[in-house]
């Protein structure tokens, strides 16, 4: 039998992320011009677009696809991040691969778009199913990280008949390689609170 996680700690911050996705969207075009991940603009000091460029959606079906996905990746992962978790995951995601575009892919120019972040909590999820001992995420994390190294080296699969030309490779390299390292992290600050909670107190 298959279990949703339908409990208000996991619907609640999926539904959140939406609405400010659908928020960002619905700004108008000067919002965006100021928001958007422009690489000229952060090197003068505009660091903000680190973080915001991610939130943008120029196009309805851009942003269909990503609301989407986030409630793809919350069926797959949700249980790993209630309340609050959330938000720190999606903040640190977001700030790393912001960081990383601007440091590692010089020739990004423009970006908007969620999708690497997307790409980042599906790298997590599998990282800490592994974790968990679920051996599904070796599959997963395998297929991820082997589709954004092809796309990295020979440049975007083709799906079907669509043009995927215009995929910002470097943006969904960087989100995988994020998640991982958050996932990592995450594991390590588990184990840590658990050793703790475990530890005996000595008492004189």
């Known amino acids: 039998m298959i279990h949703l996680p339908l409990e208000r700690q ?29 690489s000229d603009l952060i090197a003068a000091g505009e660091w903000w677009r680190l973080f915001s460029g991610q939130l943008l959606h120029f196009e309805l079906s851009h942003l269909g ?5 986030i409630w793809v990746m919350y069926l797959l992962f949700a249980e790993h991040a209630a309340s609050w978790r959330y938000a720190i995951l999606i903040g640190s ?9 601007y440091c590692f892919a010089p020739d990004m120019q423009y970006y908007v778009g969620f999708s690497a ?32 190294s092809w796309e990295m080296w020979q440049g975007p699969i ?15 390299f960087w989100g995988v390689v994020s998640g991982i390292i958050v996932a990592l992290v995450w594991i390590v600050l588990r184990r840590h609170r658990q050793h703790k909670r475990h530890s005996p107190t000595w008492v004189e």
């Open 158 to 172: 083709a799906i079907g008949a669509a043009d995927t030309s215009g995929l910002a490779v470097a943006a969904h």
């Open 117 to 148: 972040v997307l790409y980042g909590i599906f790298a997590w999820g599998a990282c800490l199913d592994i974790q968990r001992k679920i051996r599904l995420g070796y599959l997963l994390l395998f297929g991820m990280v082997a589709k954004v």
């Open 10 to 38: 996991y619907l609640v911050p999926a539904a959140m992320m939406s609405l400010l996705l659908v928020l960002f969207y619905s700004l108008p075009d000067a919002a965006h011009e100021l928001l958007s991940y422009q």
């Open 93 to 101: 995601l977001t700030l790393m691969i912001g960081i990383a575009m």
């Open 65 to 69: 696809l990503n609301v989407a996905g």
